[in-house]
């Protein structure tokens, strides 16, 4: 069983839906980074959080650190918002887990 | 300021040669993490670097080693290559660890034939 699990694992949506990504964890951490990921390959940061919730635009992520869970939102989506959304989770290891990521459609 | 640049973005090698990936963090950041993504799969953790010591090293065979330099640069090595090591390669900075946060490079995209 991974570490971290992500849901769903492909997502499609029409331009404007509001899109829910979910990710679970096993052990208790001491942050956890939501990941954009576009073809090609470069990685964005997108938040880290290590309790309650944050927004940035039409972003936003929220974690409920008792039920090791963690919530990406995006509001009003829109095509250029197709990308690989990757959780990833710090455990003061000196190291990030990452989910496998949810592969996120949206079509105009 | 520049974000975290890998050189190089992509190269093919024959199975059985060596490469190294190189890896400047962002200034004033002196942690540096490699992980590798093979195509389908999330980011797996290889190394990590702090203060040009190792404090963090992945599921990998010894053919994969690291060194980060006096400016906090980095270089992964690769030797003996498989098919299997074909994967992109990324590299992270942080100030001072996770709890930072982590800018990530755009990676090097690595074939092996």
């Known amino acids: 069983k991974n570490e971290v699990e992500q849901s769903p694992q492909n997502l499609t949506a029409q331009e404007g839906e509001f899109i829910t990504i979910n990710c679970s964890y096993s052990?208790?951490?001491?942050?956890l980074h939501w990941l954009q990921q576009h073809p090609g390959g470069g990685i964005v940061s997108l938040f880290m959080l290590s309790s309650g919730k944050k927004k940035h635009g039409r972003l936003i992520a929220t974690i409920n650190i008792q039920e090791k869970h963690s919530s990406l939102h995006i509001t009003a989506s829109h095509p250029r918002d197709s990308a690989v959304y990757i959780c990833a989770v710090y455990y003061n290891t000196d190291k990030l887990i990452f989910g496998t990521g949810t592969r996120l459609q949206v079509f105009p | 300021d520049a974000g975290v640049t890998q050189s190089p973005t992509h190269l093919i090698k024959t199975r059985g040669q060596h490469v190294t990936l190189r890896c400047s963090p962002i200034s004033g950041h002196k942690s540096v993490s490699w992980y590798q993504q093979v195509l389908g799969q999330g980011p797996q953790f290889i190394f990590q670097?702090?203060?040009?010591?190792?404090?963090g090293r992945g599921n990998f065979p010894d053919r994969f080693s690291a060194r980060q330099f006096p400016n906090y640069s980095s270089e992964l090595n690769v030797n003996a290559l498989l098919l299997g090591d074909s994967a992109l390669y990324l590299c992270?900075?942080?100030?001072?660890?996770?709890?930072?946060?982590?800018?990530f490079g755009s990676g090097t995209r690595l074939t092996v034939v």
């Open positions: 992270a900075s942080s100030g001072a660890g996770g709890l930072y946060g982590y800018t």
């Open positions: 670097y702090y203060e040009k010591e190792e404090r």
């Open positions: 052990v208790g951490i001491s942050a």
